[in-house]
């Protein structure tokens, strides 16, 4: 399995960016899929998960804010981000719970809200 994410920026607070994470290969084998972000110095840190059953699981700090969801037909799935704050500044990682290769990340993307 491979991810690509897209669609990463510079926005200003308040304001609204969908992330894309397009996977390819073996995508039968994907039990579960989740957004990560990671800013420097830290660790990373959960956003939101979508099960192959479409049960979603999201931070705190992220609920009501950012939704997760997935289009099977184009093997893509997103987070759409609302109300961006600066604190949401960091680089989000798609990735990927597989059967046989465990977890798969993408590369990631940079967000940047600023104030």
């Known amino acids: 399995v491979q991810l690509v994410e897209s669609g990463g920026g510079l926005v200003q607070a308040g304001e609204s960016l969908r992330l894309s994470c397009s996977t390819s290969?073996?995508?039968?084998?994907?039990?579960?899929m989740g957004w990560y972000r990671q800013v420097p110095g830290s660790e990373r840190e959960l956003v939101a998960t979508?099960?192959?059953?479409?049960?979603?699981n999201y931070a705190d700090s992220m609920k009501g804010r950012f939704t997760i969801s997935r289009d099977s037909a184009k093997n893509t799935m997103y987070l759409q981000m609302h109300s961006l704050k600066p604190e949401d500044t960091a680089v989000y990682y798609c990735?990927?719970?597989?059967?046989?290769?465990?977890?798969?990340w993408g590369q990631g993307t940079q967000v940047t809200v600023s104030s």
């Open positions: 990735e990927a719970d597989t059967v046989n290769s465990g977890r798969v």
């Open positions: 979508l099960s192959s059953g479409g049960k979603t």
């Open positions: 290969g073996s995508v039968f084998n994907i039990i579960a």
